[in-house]
């Protein structure tokens, strides 16, 4: 049966078989690194500016808030979770104790991708800023037609061979560049604190203007059902802004995925998650404040495209900062790939342990690392980043993570009414209060994303529910076990 579930209890007893065991490692600041390491990415050095400039005005730090928000309720309920079935996997391991295992499915293929193409388009990224950096034109390499991207490929096999060699060491990497990417931050939030002057942030929240967005399937899913027309600025436009933010949050999540290499998860994964959390809204509101403090919103309009963090600075005379902030953005996206490669190959690792996917890939090395699975995910991740064009994607990664963000929240409710007796180290506030409140907004911000986004993303849900039925279905180890215990006089 599809919808059977995976008890708590096997889900925790799987994770001891010798063969597919990993190495607990980690404490609650590895995870609070882990979290900060992957939210704190290129998207604060330039998603502020585009989305001030073309959407908020100001009012970016509010939608910055409505963002956080939204991830804070759902991180309560990924606590929780996580304290309970610290097992790798996150949202799919979670899934499949309380939904059971055709839902199980869905979000575990639905988790694939969005850190995989999460993973190629931030390589893309790191590559650009290496050009930046050092000098030289990017990192792509022409060969008649055919073009590869290097600098891609160079950043996912980096951080291919350091996730072979062990989570610690990934860990102790991370720490080492987030402490860089995090002074550039506060630099940024402390050198332009000077630059502040108050008319910049007069109108707080402009007067709406029709939108400029296209039409159809490039809509917001909400003006289309709804037949209103999009606008920039105002409360809508605040609004519609926190879902292009929520992208500058996307990550924190993955702490979930590391509990079982956790030595005490009951106790630390709730912190890394709430504190890494905590940590980013911090620093993001900051720099939002300071950002449109800098410059008025009608100038970084103006930049169009270009509009980055740099483009205040550069209009106050601090021309360095530009340097400094492609080096923070460069340090910034390093982790944020290591992170996400590291979630990738968990929730892949999780999917072949139950025999969802090939069972022996889930074997790990003489470093407690699914080495197979690392090294699968590590070249073609390395494909799509160094050869295909796939910067449109990136709402993809926005609606993948609502979407687990739902079923997470929803899932507490359940686990709650069905194993009330089971020991939580974490419980999450107001349930089911605060679960639904995290359900709203979420589904409300996956509204805001476009109809195309929407096609696409159930394009791929169809492609993995044929998978499931040809071959997860009948490899399933929940299942043999079953049949195993029916023809057992």
């Known amino acids: 049966m599809a919808w059977r579930t995976k008890s708590v209890e096997q889900s925790i007893a799987d994770t001891d078989e010798p063969d597919t065991r990993l190495r607990k490692d980690l404490n609650w600041w590895d995870l609070t690194v882990f979290g900060v390491s ?52 996150s949202a799919y391991t979670f899934s499949y104790a309380t939904f059971g295992e055709f839902v199980a499915w869905i979000i ?24 930046t950096v050092f000098g030289f034109g990017g990192g792509t390499a022409e060969f008649g037609a055919f073009s590869v991207d290097w600098g891609a490929l160079l950043i ?40 502040i002057e108050a008319s910049n942030f007069t ?37 519609a802004g926190a879902s292009i933010v929520f992208f500058a949050f996307i990550g924190f999540d993955i702490v979930a995925t590391t509990a079982e290499e956790t030595r005490n998860p009951q106790r630390d994964v709730s912190r890394g998650i709430l504190g890494s959390l905590a940590i980013v809204t911090v620093l993001y509101v900051a720099v939002a404040v300071v950002l449109t403090g800098m410059v008025s919103y009608t100038e970084l ?18 021309d360095w900062a530009a340097k ?4 923070g953005a460069l340090a910034g996206l390093t982790t944020v790939v290591i992170v996400l490669v590291l979630g990738q190959t968990r929730v892949l690792f999780a999917m072949s342990r139950d025999g969802l996917l090939p069972r022996p890939l889930a074997k790990t090395g003489k470093h407690g690392t699914p080495v197979r699975i690392t090294l699968i995910v590590g070249v073609l991740v390395a494909i799509a980043a160094s050869v295909f064009p796939i910067d449109k994607l990136e709402e993809m990664v926005n609606i993948g ?22 020991p939580r180290g974490f419980r999450a506030p107001w349930v089911p209060v605060l679960p639904i409140a995290a359900i709203v907004a979420c589904v409300w911000l996956m509204l805001n994303l ?22 997860g279905r009948r490899h399933s180890m929940l299942a043999q076990r079953e049949r195993a215990a029916a023809t057992t006089p």
């Open 450 to 471: 476009t109809g195309l986004t929407w096609i696409r993303f159930l394009i791929w849900m169809a492609i993995g529910v044929v998978v499931y039925f040809l071959y």
């Open 324 to 327: 400094v902030i492609s080096i």
């Open 401 to 422: 993570t609502l979407f687990a963000f739902v079923l997470v929240s929803a899932g507490v409710i359940v686990l709650r009414r069905t194993r009330p007796d089971l």
């Open 156 to 195: 996912i096999a980096f951080v291919t061979l350091i996730l072979a060699m062990g989570t610690k060491l990934s860990a102790g990497v991370s720490l080492v560049i987030t402490a860089i990417k995090v002074g550039v931050v506060l630099l940024v939030v402390i050198v332009g604190a000077f630059y």
């Open 38 to 89: 992957v939210v704190i990415g290129a998207g604060i050095f330039t998603i502020t500016a585009s989305t001030a400039g073309n959407l908020t005005g100001p009012a970016i730090s509010i939608s910055f808030l409505f963002a956080a928000i939204a991830c804070g309720l759902a991180a309560l309920c990924y606590a929780e979770f996580a304290s309970t079935v610290p097992v790798a996997g």
């Open 301 to 318: 309009r103006d930049a169009g495209e270009d509009a980055n963090l740099a483009t205040a600075f550069s209009a106050n005379g601090v």
């Open 108 to 131: 575990g293929w639905d988790l694939i991708l969005e850190f995989a193409v999460a993973a190629a388009v931030v390589a893309k990224g790191w590559s650009s800023y290496l050009g």
């Open 203 to 239: 109108p707080f929240v402009p007067p709406a203007e029709p939108g400029e967005g296209g039409g159809g399937s490039e809509q917001s899913l909400f003006s289309l059902l709804t037949g209103a027309e999009g606008s920039n600025y105002g409360w809508y436009g605040v609004l």
